[in-house]
Nanobody, 125 residues
């Protein structure tokens, strides 16, 4: 059974930075492709960034391209999301997700089998 535990959320001012982490409790994190999604109040969950099993391929939503960086450390079974130049529009609960479809990156929620409980990110204006 795979468990995902996010951390690193919090309150930050516009223009600030946060780094989210997701600890993967599994035999090996490298068995999984990983992604970050987010959900703001009253909105559907949306894709943020994804990475393949070895970190050689990444993809980003247009809204975060150039500001966010997804990375992973398989030796530590950990996924990261470095978020810079945050704006109030980035306020949401951020979720990490894992899929056995690990070779290529995937951007739809339906492709992901395992989800964390989420961590709140709030950006004040």
């Amino acid at each position: 059974q795979v468990q995902l535990v996010e951390s690193g959320g919090g309150l930050v001012q516009t223009g600030g930075s946060l780094r989210l982490s997701c600890l993967v409790s599994a035999r090996s994190a490298s068995d999984y492709g990983m992604a970050w999604f987010r959900q703001a109040p009253g909105k559907e969950r949306e894709f943020v960034a994804a990475i393949n099993w070895i970190g050689s391929s990444t993809v980003y939503a247009d809204s975060v391209q150039g500001r966010f960086t997804i990375s992973r450390d398989n030796a530590k079974n950990t996924l990261y999301l470095q978020m810079n130049m945050l704006t109030p529009e980035d306020t949401a609960v951020y979720y990490c997700a894992a899929t056995l479809l690990r070779i290529y990156v995937h951007i739809t929620t339906a492709d992901y089998d395992h989800w964390g409980q989420g961590t709140q990110v709030t950006v004040s204006s």
